[in-house]
Structure formats: C-alpha cells, structure tokens
C-alpha cells in the first residue's frame, strides 16, 4: 500500500509499541496494541490527522490492552483480537497483569480472527498469522511490507515463554512457520523496541540459529 504510514507511540510502564497505521489519502487507519496512557494515542491520531476504524490486538496481555476501554469509547471502534485469546481479556490473572501488581481488563472483542483471515478495515486489508507460543491467541498482522508481530518476535529476541499460557516449541515453530517463510526486506514491527526486517533476524538472532532459510 502506497499510501500507508505508520506511527509508533510507546505506551505505559512495560512501553509497548502502540502502532497508528493509516492511509495518507482516505485518512482511516487502525489501532494496534493501545496498551496504557490513552491520551498519548488520542493525541497522535489528533495529530496525525487520521479516522480510527478498529482497534487490532497482537495478543491479551494487560500491557497490550490498557487503554482499548477508553479508545474503544472514544472513538466507538470495534475490537479485534485472535482466536483463543478471549479469556484473557476479562481477567487480570489470565492476561498476566495481576502477576504484575496491576488490575486490567478491556471490554471483550467484538470480532475473534483466525489463520489467514483477511481483516478489511476501511480499505486497510490485514492477513492473520496465528502465532502461538507467547500466548496462546497471539496472531500477527500483514500488511504491505510490514508485520504487526507483537511479543513473538524482537530486534534480537523472542517473545517470552515462561508465563501461563506459553509454549517455547510453539513460538520456535510460529516464527519458523510465519515469520522466516517471507521475504527479507519485509519490516517487523515488535510489541517491544525497535522495528527490524526478517532478513535481519534470519542472520542476526540467536534464538533463531540454524532455522529455515527462503
Ligand atoms: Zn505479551
């Protein structure tokens, strides 16, 4: 998509990468991962001059969520989440932020999407990839040359594991599956620090080593 831009907005204690994707010519875009300081968000898309049409969630967890109540309201947007991940988003045990001192919660999704489904959003047409591993509903989104990867895939890293839900062979064959399987130029966009291309992780990351090569 020609006209698509992409900000970053990092968000809340854990800065999550809340991602404002939008096309420069219709002015729609979406939301993903508006995890906490929702005016930082209102601010950007002020800024930015776009409509929000939806609100895409990578994956449930507390810090990925914390500000979809107050966007969801504001701006009257359907929720999108991966299938399997529901449960998460009413409890805060299950989406791990009681784990951590707090108590979140979102309002639930509206629609629930699978592998390969195609979410049209205003224009904006977003494949799916069910990634499991990190959480059970993680999926990653596809547009362009550029995916919407979540906590599955870091610049250098990989998501983590060891919190209810995950499952390190699960990730491994997700990213092997999903991620390794496109191009190099093609551009990651994590739930956590810099942005980076498959072709770069392919080569540079350690959790990675030895993985399928296009
Ligand atoms: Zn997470």
Redesign the pocket.
Known sequence: MNNMQIETIVVGPFEVNCYLIFDAVSKNGVIIDPGGDDYKIAEGIDRLGFTPRAILLT?G?G??IAAVESLKGKFNLPLYVGQGEEPLLASPSAN?SSFFGFEITCPPADFSVGDSQVVDIAGLKFTVFATPG??PG?VCYFIGNSLFC??VLFNGSI??TD?PGGNYQQLIDSIDKYILSLPDDIICYP?HGPITTVGSERKNNPFLAGRRFV
């Open positions: 994956h967890h810090d990925h791990i990190h959480s993680s979540g906590d998501g983590r919190l739930g």
